[in-house]
């Protein structure tokens, strides 16, 4: 294996592995900050070691031995010690014997990846912050990701996970999950943050490829468990609801090399219908619940048109586009525009959706959001302006994250010319 395809598994690994390490890790040493400190410690050690001796057969149980013992080894210097005195002072006051029980790091407990998700989203930080920290540490994002999902700079983002690190400790934020009124008062930044994890792994916003999988099935294993944890919230079941509908497409939504295939070109007969089933029944628990629909229980209701549709033709984009009114009422952002100004153009012609695109233009959130001018193309190769929508489409391009929606806007653009 090259040096290049050693990193390249070890990153896929450590995606994979770091939020688990990181939130077993925070349980027993009680600081979220030293706890990925301590993770990342063992990637340093994963690539110094694996490129020579091969990723382990279990690199995760790897990774928690070496960080284990970094733990240990921090734990037992006097200046940290003396640094943990400081830091936890009202805790020893109270149990002088108190140690970090490092044993309890070869024990799986199920619920850490949740209890540490609500201490990442805590009253004591901005929703921003909660948002952000939370991707870092659950999603396994890194910052440049983040910055993207937020459409925002990657110092904006590097400064709010280190503030947000900085303030838990400083609170002496419990590691448990809260009671069911502070729970509720935390529930929106949760459900931001599992649908934020949930689109990074549907459609990648870097890299060489489309999907994430292993990240959408985290979101999805996270936002199950919420409903169990808050069973009466509505739009719990609602994000629910709307993450199984999309993750139904998710052996469609590539080529066999990799290529994007765009929502109406899918074959739906591959659609995964269990997950549509188990997606209807969530949107049917969250309508049952009564209320106003939230912004997911919307979303997952235009989910379910597409869904219930056999074959494109057959979409119900009025229904869509009314859908979306109520949603841009709701959450009126450049995004959510955007997605209407589509559904828009589908249910009653390009022109209407142009329209509404060319509003858009001077957006500050989507200058450089690439699909922006990816949709305008679309609007104007719909309307054989096939100059302009190439152009547009080539600025897609140049705006694009990802390799492989590059080279699908490029091969677009390609198309327009001829």
Known sequence: MSASESRHAIEAVWGIESPRLVAALTR????VGLAEELAQDAFVSALEQWPREGVPRNPGAWLMSVAKRRAIDRFRRESVIDRKHEQLGHELRENQTWQPDFEALDHEVDDDLLRLMFIACHP?????????????????????????????????????????????????????IPDAKERLQRLDAVLGVVYLIFNEGYAATSGIEVLRPELAQEALRLGRMLAGLAPDEPEVHGLVALMEIQASRMRTRTTPTGEPVLLLDQDRSRWDHVAIA???????????????FGPYTLQAAIAACHARARVASETNWQRIAALYDALAQLTPTPVVELNRAVAIGMAFGPQAGLELVDALRDAPALRSYHLLPSVRGDLLEKLQRFREAGEEFERAAELAHNDRDRQFLLARAARCRF
Not at 28 to 31: I, L, Y
Not at 171 to 176: I, L, Q, R
């Open 28 to 31: 027993v040493v009680r600081d």
């Open 124 to 176: 004591v930080l901005s929703v921003e912050a909660r948002v952000a920290l939370t991707l870092r540490l659950l999603g396994g994002l890194t910052t440049p990701e983040i910055a993207r999902a937020f459409l925002v700079s990657e110092p904006t983002i590097a400064q709010r996970i280190v503030r947000a690190k900085r303030t838990l400790s400083e609170a002496h934020v419990p590691f448990e």
């Open 278 to 292: 188990r997606g209807l029944a969530a949107l049917e628990r969250a309508e049952r619940l009564g209320g106003a």
